[in-house]
């Protein structure tokens, strides 16, 4: 089933309408036909039909070392699987449920079970018993595969609560083997005829959100959801990644494939035969590893990985003595990507003589060392799940990674908007992508509307509670006149102090979290006198802060009440109050002792922070924020 073109061509600028002397819509037309028949589930067999000697897939063995994936040879494996789903009694639209970090065989199940007409259910590895057993429940599952023995464990005790529950495989025992062995004997007409009784409209996936107000809600992506997705980022976006270097397009995927971002880049990968590799760890020195091992030629990162990268190599420069010189290139960086971002845009000359003499000094020093911590032949990368900024975002386009960032939802199939190539503006999330509207509501929601929509939430009777036809995000944002959407906060989470001022806790808060020293801080102040701050601190951030200043004897609770490591994070604040006016400002901040996780409840598996549970645990904190001050 190939991608069938329509016009207008990648780059189109977005229609739009204004009220009030504001932009208030913008809409891209679709690039492609949504496909009228067929589904996911033949992207691997049309793959194989059309080339199968290509190149769609890295797999990494026990020895360290990648392995090729042809087309024709993933065909073959994702049809053995599915016969075996089938053996093992699944009935078209049963749901399958996946416990496992980021891998190959995820990857691999996913389309063997779609091509057996089943429907999958991710869940996040480090998921709770409670919320596992939740989703295996709402969802009626009737398969689970999990990777340890200890997430067997989790769920064999909760199978008395599970009466659909009628099958548990465990991965690392070499569960995908075995299913494909039981069913070696059956023909291959069984999955033939399974797949050619699916359509766009057929139920593809589950995806529960991440549940920081309640309990997590199944969403209902079809099949054709993730076309309309795919097919328009690909047309969109692949020609870029394709150019960047004589060599295929290749991307190393460390995104948890229980979440809608990570699902996505698989499926756009294999669409677009695009090579694609799985790392199962995000820790920093697994992860520069996989990169270093695999050398992607672009990304798909949440901001976390960028930050991570940027504050690692900050780190080492500073052990070197050479902070000064890495704050000096980063500076250069930042001028030097906005001064490109201003000539594409066509406002501005571009990069004047003196800046290009000094990025050419720190290209070798510093820009390549980044460059090479992500792989070495990285020159594009695509951002979402939370704003990068625009100082971080210049800092990598000035390094040569230009970097795009995007903005969606688990109901919307993840990217909604993009930035569009070779056209960014820092400090947006781009344009619709082609097939999709975005609108301001009246109360500044943003609305979406496109083929990536979802289809409602599982077990809830109707569709979406729509708006005039339009997807409420909860998110408020803004359209300038171009139509580049830039996203300002939550709707229920924006603060309103006692003297009624709006907060929009969610800039500041990202802005803090790019510091290396602050792990997770929550923005306070909903009918108070001003604006307050919990900042948690990060761990390898604040281990290197420790050696440098020798002070690994402090303990946690010595560390909050440190004065220099308090002046060191009132700079942090200083930065972040910059880019807001005073009343919006943070005046006074608290450092806790202990940090925000997903096992102590206070953030969703995605890292979401789960404000309530944060507010009643810490409400002391809180309550200090705003007692008087001796004197």
């Known amino acids: 089933m190939a991608i069938r073109r329509t016009l207008p061509p990648p780059g189109a600028k977005p229609e739009t309408t204004a009220a009030g002397g504001k932009v208030v819509t913008a809409a891209v037309r679709p690039l492609v036909e949504p496909p009228k028949r067929g589904s996911l589930a033949d992207i691997p067999f ?65 389309f063997a079970a779609w091509a057996a007409g089943l429907v999958t259910v991710p869940v996040y590895p480090t998921s709770s018993a409670s919320q596992t057993e939740w989703i295996l429940a709402d969802s009626g599952a009737a398969a689970c595969v999990v990777e340890s023995v200890e997430q067997a464990r989790m769920v064999s005790a909760a199978r008395v609560r599970l009466p659909e529950l009628r099958e548990l495989w465990q991965l690392d025992t070499g569960a995908l083997d075995q299913i494909a062995a039981d069913g070696r004997t059956l023909p291959d007409a069984l999955v033939t ?93 697994d992860l520069l590893a996989d990169l270093a091992g695999f050398r992607p030629t672009f990304l798909l990162a949440i901001p976390y990985v960028l930050e991570k990268v940027y504050n690692t190599g900050r780190a080492t420069a500073e052990k070197l003595g050479r902070a000064a010189s890495f704050d000096r290139a980063a500076r250069v960086a930042q001028a030097y990507g906005r001064a490109q971002v201003a000539r594409q845009t066509g406002t501005g000359p571009g990069p004047g003589l003196g800046l290009r003499l000094a990025h050419a000094l720190y ?36 390094a040569g990674v230009m970097v795009y960032e995007g903005y969606g939802l688990t109901e919307t199939t993840a990217a909604a908007t993009v930035t569009p190539p070779l056209q960014p503006r820092l400090g947006t999330v781009g344009w619709p992508l082609p097939g999709t509207a975005v609108k301001i509501g009246a109360d500044g929601e943003v609305l979406l509307r496109g083929g990536q929509v979802f289809a409602g939430y599982w077990n809830d009777e109707g569709p979406f509670p729509a708006v005039e036809g339009w997807f409420p995000t909860g998110d408020v944002g803004e359209l300038d006149a171009e139509g580049y959407l830039t996203i300002t906060g939550r709707k229920k989470e924006i603060i309103i102090t006692a003297g009624g001022k709006n907060v929009a806790p969610a800039p500041l808060e990202d802005r803090l979290r790019a510091h ?64 807001v006016s005073r009343a919006e400002s ?33 409400a002391a904190d809180i309550e200090a924020l705003y007692a008087r001050r001796d004197g």
């Open 363 to 398: 290209d070798p020093l510093v820009y390549r060392r980044i460059r090479a911590a992500l792989g070495g032949k990285v020159r594009y990368a695509i951002c979402g799940g939370s704003p990068l900024g625009a100082r971080l975002a210049a800092f990598y386009a000035g």
């Open 193 to 285: 005829s399974r797949r050619q009784s699916m359509a766009p409209d057929t139920v593809a996936t589950l995806i529960y959100t991440s549940g920081t107000t309640g309990r997590p809600k199944g969403c209902i992506l079809t099949h054709g959801n993730f076309f309309a997705e795919v097919d328009n980022a690909i047309e969109l976006l692949h020609p870029v990644f394709r150019s960047v270097s004589s060599e295929p397009a290749s991307t190393l995927l460390f995104l948890p494939l229980s979440h809608v971002f990570g699902r996505m880049v698989a499926v756009g990968c294999l669409r677009a035969r695009v090579r694609l590799g799985h790392a199962p760890s995000i820790a920093t020195e």
């Open 586 to 618: 943070i005046r006074r901040f608290r450092v806790l002792a202990v940090d925000f996780t997903e096992e102590g409840g206070h953030l969703t598996p995605s890292l979401k922070i789960r404000r309530a549970a944060v507010a009643r645990d810490f």
């Open 46 to 110: 049309t793959n194989a039909d059309e080339a199968p000697g290509d190149v769609v897939l890295s797999r990494k063995g026990p020895d360290g070392v990648w392995r090729d994936v042809t087309a024709e040879a993933f065909r073959h494996e994702v049809l053995g699987l599915a016969k075996g789903l089938i053996a093992a009694g699944l009935k078209p639209g049963d749901r399958v449920a996946v416990m496992a970090r980021t891998s190959y065989a995820w990857t691999l199940l996913d």
């Open 516 to 579: 290396p020293l602050v792990g997770q801080c929550m923005v306070v102040g909903d009918n108070r006198p001003y604006v307050g701050a919990l900042i948690t601190l990060e761990a390898d951030g604040l281990a290197h802060w420790r050696r440098m200043r020798h002070k690994e004897g402090l303990g946690p609770a010595e560390l909050a009440g440190d004065p220099e490591l308090l002046a060191e994070l009132q700079k942090a604040v200083d930065e972040a109050n910059a880019t």
